[in-house]
């Protein structure tokens, strides 16, 4: 049983910053790349960023490039997405999601992910 556990969400006014994290256990953080979708009220859910599970390779929804920056943390087994510059439009529940072997995939995409964290609230004030 693969379990992802977010923190890190909550209220800030536009400009801020928050660091959102995504704890899971040593097995699957070392083996399986990692993922951070966001889901707004009335929208589906959207891809934001991902890592390998090397952590060499990262990808980033165009929108928040060069203000959001994704990273693994081998010493904590975690999975963080720190983001600056938050607007209003960021505004959503945030989820880690994790992918198991094979590595071959569109990270983009959450159908190719296996387990979901239950999410975390990012709320942007203006």
């Known amino acids: 049983q693969v379990q992802l556990v977010e923190s890190g969400g909550g209220l800030v006014q536009a400009g801020g910053s928050l660091r959102l994290s995504c704890a899971t256990s040593r097995r699957t953080f070392s083996t399986y790349a990692m993922g951070w979708f966001r889901q707004a009220p009335g929208k589906e859910r959207d891809f934001v960023a991902a890592?390998?599970?090397?952590?060499?390779?990262?990808y980033y929804k165009d929108s928040v490039k060069g203000r959001f920056t994704i990273s693994r943390d081998s010493a904590k087994n975690t999975v963080n997405l720190q983001m600056n510059g938050l607007q209003p439009d960021d505004t959503a529940v945030y989820y880690c999601?994790?992918?198991?072997?094979?590595?071959?995939?569109?990270?983009?995409?959450?159908?190719?992910?296996?387990?979901w964290g239950q999410g975390t609230q990012v709320t942007v004030s203006s």
């Open positions: 999601a994790a992918r198991a072997p094979p590595y071959d995939i569109n990270y983009y995409r959450s159908e190719e992910y296996h387990y």
């Open positions: 890592v390998s599970w090397s952590g060499s390779s990262t």
